[in-house]
Structure formats: C-alpha cells, structure tokens
T-cell receptor, first 111, second 116 residues
C-alpha cells in the first residue's frame, strides 16, 4: 500500500459544479497537509496548506483534514474551466519537510 | 512564474547515455530539491541540497547524482540511461529547507526527458 493514495481520475464536471478531490494516507505521523495544482506542462504550485484537522478556506477552495480517518479533501466551489489541472495532495511529518505526494487527480471543468 | 528556472526544457537521448539537467533556484533560496514525475509513479522525491550540502535523499538511483554549486544552482546528472528513466524532472527551491513545515517549495517548469 502506498503511503498516499489518490484517484488519478480524470474527473470531468460542468462549470459551476462543486468539486471534491480526495486523498487517503496510511502514516499517522503525517501532520502537515498540502494541495498543489499542476497545469499541463507546468510545475506544481502550492494551493493550500493546513496542519490541523478541520477545514481551511481560501476563496473558492476549502481544504479539509480528518486525521482520525487519515483522509483529506479539497473542495472547489463554483468551478471554472481555468481550474482544469491536476491536483496533487502532499503530506509530510514535519521532520525534514520532504513531502510525500499523491499521484494527482486530473480535473476537467467543461463550459 | 515561480522564479525557478530549469534547462533544458526537453531532452531526447538514447539508452546508455548521460545527461545533465540544470536548475537555478529563486533568488535568496538556499535549498534545492529534485523530483521525478512519471505517469505510473507520480511525483517522487530524489534529493535535496541546502547551501551546497546534501540534506536529504529519497528514491534516487545510484546512476543518478546531483550537486549544488557555490552560486546555489544545481545540476542533476543521469547516467547509463534506461527507457524507464523517461520522465519529467522537476527542481524546486525553498528559502531554508531545514524543516519548517510551513515553508513553501517553489517548482520550476521541469525538464522532459525522453530516452529512446
């Protein structure tokens, strides 16, 4: 079992939909949770970072962490075609700041 | 634009060959990370350098090596290339890299390597 599991998709939704992207992890030592967005032919860019269980909101994006279930989510409200990208979760334990990445979920938002 | 530059953008070579990938970190960043991204493995951490010294090692093959120079740019050397080495290679940089969990890594645009 990989340390971080993420469904590669693709996930195709209509514009305006609420998108839910998810990752599960196996190592309970993981404490820091990030979501990166990667456009085609570009490097990943940090979208959101969170530490504790619960929700963190930033505009149309909400990151949710459930440490008891080892499950993290990224919600995108009012999705736009410009949100079409691959979303990678990344998790680390804080010791050396070397995150373990999920394989990424490809999201397609069609007009 | 993240401020991290990588050259070349594309590289096509043959099995058995050796290539060098180059990375210039953001101005002021002391730490450089190398990652390999393939369809089947996802984004895999290879190695980290901090101010010229190796800081952490991940799933880096013995055929691969890296270094960070006094001007803080870094090179990743891939030798005895195999078909399976075809992938995207990303460099990232951060200010410090000494374990602050909130420190952001900034990724370059990557080098696409194709081994034929």
């Amino acid at each position: 079992q990989k340390e971080v599991e993420q469904d590669p998709g693709p996930l195709s939704v209509p514009e305006g939909a609420i998108v839910s992207l998810n990752c599960t992890y196996s190592n309970s030592a993981f404490q820091y949770f990030m979501w990166y967005r990667q456009y085609s032919r570009k490097g990943p860019e940090l979208l959101m970072y969170t530490y504790s269980s619960g929700n963190k909101e930033d505009g149309r994006f909400t990151a949710q962490v459930d440490k008891s279930s080892k499950y993290i989510s990224l919600f995108i409200r009012d999705s736009q075609p410009s949100d079409s990208a691959t979303y990678l979760c990344a998790i680390h334990s804080g010791g050396s700041y070397i995150p373990t990445f999920g394989r990424g979920t490809s999201l397609i938002v069609h007009p | 634009d993240s401020g991290v530059t990588q050259t070349p953008k594309h590289l096509i070579t043959a099995t058995g060959q050796r290539v060098t990938l180059r990375c210039s970190p953001r101005s002021g960043d002391l730490s450089v990370y190398w990652y390999q991204q393939s369809l089947d493995q996802g984004l895999q951490f290879l190695i980290q350098y901090y101010n010229g010294e190796e800081r952490a090692k991940g799933n880096i093959l013995e055929r691969f090596s890296a270094q960070q120079f006094p001007d803080l740019h870094s090179e990743l050397n891939l030798s005895s290339l195999e078909l399976g080495d075809s992938a995207l290679y990303f460099c990232a940089s951060s200010v410090d890299g000494r374990g602050d969990p909130q420190e952001t890594q900034y990724f370059g645009p990557g080098t696409r390597l194709l081994v034929l």
